[in-house]
Every structure is written in C-alpha cells, then in structure tokens.
C-alpha cells in the first residue's frame, strides 16, 4: 500500500473530520424536507428501492456501501436482460443527476466516517487493479462528495489527469482548500456545469481505458522494434 503524502497531517487527521461532521449534520438536518420531497418522487416515478447502494472501495480502499437517490428503472428486455442506461434513465433521474441531488444521500456515508466532504471520489471496486502505485494514494484519504477533479472536469478529465488530481488533493489537502473546493462544488451546480448525464458517453471505464493505452505501447514498441 502506498503512504500518504499530505504535508498537512494535523489537519487531516484530526481536523477534517470534524469539520466533516460540522457540515455534514446540520446540512443533513435542514435537507430532510428536500430528502422526504425526492424520497416521494423517486417511489412515485420509479419505484422501490428509493437508495441505489453499491459497494465502494473507501479509506484503505476497505470496501463501503455508497448511498445515492436511484435514478434508473429496472427495465428489461424480452430476453430478461436489463436495458442499457440510456433506456432505463428517466426524465427525473436525469433532473437528479444533473442538478447532483442525487448525490445527497452520501452525506449519511460522511456522518458514519465513510466518507469525507471533500476527497477522491469514490470508484468502483473492480478499478483497483490498474491504477498506478502513485494513484493508490487515492485511497489514503477518506473518498468525497465532491473533489478537485470534480471541479475541474469531472468524467470529461481523461483518466491519468483525472486520477493525478486526486493525489495532488490529497499532497495540498487544506482547510482553505477544502473550502475553495466546497464553494467551487456550489456554483458549478447552480451552473449544471461538467456535469455528464450518463458518464460512459463522455469516458470509458478505466479498466478500458487502461488496456487500450496498454496496447497502443505494444503496437508503438512492435514498430519501433521492426
């Protein structure tokens, strides 16, 4: 496992999380009303379950279930086979996705220390593999709801940008910077901005990603070679 880098030890490890918690509760507080109104919604409109849950690599990539308002429908085919995403995403769940309410349930992952406000965001579990020695940083800080490569592209960052601004985060990690981050996070969705409805139309998994990288250096070596 790779060791964290962060100059900024004492504020990681004893003041963000209690500046997480000094967010997290009373923000989950005053957005029950907005939580019971999207509840109503999401059961209305596409049935049960209300949360979408996932299992997530967290601190120490130790797995966790992520918490998020669903978005899509459980439709499928003749064949029993589900739909892809473009099918199954309804109107609500792109108004969700969009505007990111459907990311407020993770506040409940922060409250139990799964989560931090601001951090990488947490991948999938099946990702693990190819990432860099560098890149496992990553999971040396707890994952966040929002982070530095949200607010500076999100899915439309390639991946190496993308996963090497979750390791500068964790090498600068600040009090100020966190809330540079937090504000940045707020203005960007009042905008709508870099958000991508359906991810894998603007970015292939990373595992993809990866393998055709991997292949493109064999390809350019083999010619290199002749």
């Given at each position: 496992?790779?060791?964290?880098?962060?100059?900024?030890?004492?504020?990681?490890?004893?003041?963000?999380?209690?500046?997480d918690?000094?967010?997290?509760?009373?923000?989950?507080?005053?957005?029950?009303?907005?939580?019971?109104?999207?509840?109503?919604?999401?059961?209305?409109?596409?049935?049960?379950?209300?949360?979408?849950?996932?299992?997530?690599?967290?601190?120490?990539?130790?797995?966790?279930?992520?918490?998020?308002?669903?978005?899509?429908?459980?439709?499928?085919?003749?064949?029993?086979?589900m739909?892809?995403?473009?099918?199954?995403?309804?109107?609500?769940?792109?108004?969700?996705?969009?505007?990111?309410?459907?990311?407020l349930?993770?506040?409940?992952?922060?409250?139990?220390?799964e989560?931090?406000?601001?951090?990488?965001?947490?991948?999938?579990?099946?990702?693990?593999?190819?990432?860099?020695?560098?890149?496992?940083?990553?999971?040396?800080?707890?994952?966040?709801?929002?982070?530095?490569?949200?607010?500076?592209?999100?899915?439309?960052?390639?991946?190496?940008?993308?996963?090497?601004?979750?390791?500068?985060y964790?090498?600068?990690?600040?009090?100020?910077?966190?809330i540079?981050?937090?504000?940045?996070?707020?203005?960007?969705?009042?905008?709508?901005?870099?958000?991508?409805?359906l991810?894998?139309?603007?970015?292939?998994?990373l595992?993809?990603?990866?393998?055709?990288?991997?292949?493109?250096?064999?390809?350019?070596?083999?010619?290199?070679?002749?």
């Amino acid at each position: 496992m790779a060791t964290n880098r962060c100059k900024n030890k004492f504020y990681l490890y004893f003041g963000k999380r209690a500046f997480d918690l000094a967010v997290a509760i009373p923000a989950a507080i005053v957005l029950i009303p907005v939580f019971i109104i999207i509840a109503f919604l999401v059961r209305w409109r596409l049935g049960s379950p209300i949360l979408f849950k996932q299992m997530r690599p967290g601190l120490w990539e130790n797995p966790f279930t992520i918490l998020k308002f669903r978005t899509m429908t459980d439709a499928r085919d003749k064949d029993g086979k589900m739909l892809p995403d473009d099918k199954r995403l309804t109107r609500l769940g792109a108004f969700l996705r969009k505007t990111s309410i459907d990311e407020l349930p993770e506040l409940i992952n922060v409250i139990k220390g799964e989560m931090s406000i601001v951090g990488p965001r947490p991948l999938f579990m099946e990702y693990l593999p190819y990432y860099t020695k560098r890149e496992h940083l990553r999971h040396t800080v707890r994952p966040g709801i929002t982070g530095l490569s949200q607010i500076r592209g999100r899915n439309y960052l390639p991946w190496d940008e993308r996963l090497e601004m979750d390791v500068k985060y964790i090498e600068i990690i600040s009090f100020p910077q966190d809330i540079k981050i937090i504000f940045e996070t707020f203005f960007q969705v009042l905008k709508a901005k870099d958000v991508a409805v359906l991810p894998r139309t603007v970015s292939i998994p990373l595992s993809e990603y990866r393998a055709k990288r991997k292949e493109k250096k064999s390809d350019c070596l083999s010619v290199n070679l002749k």
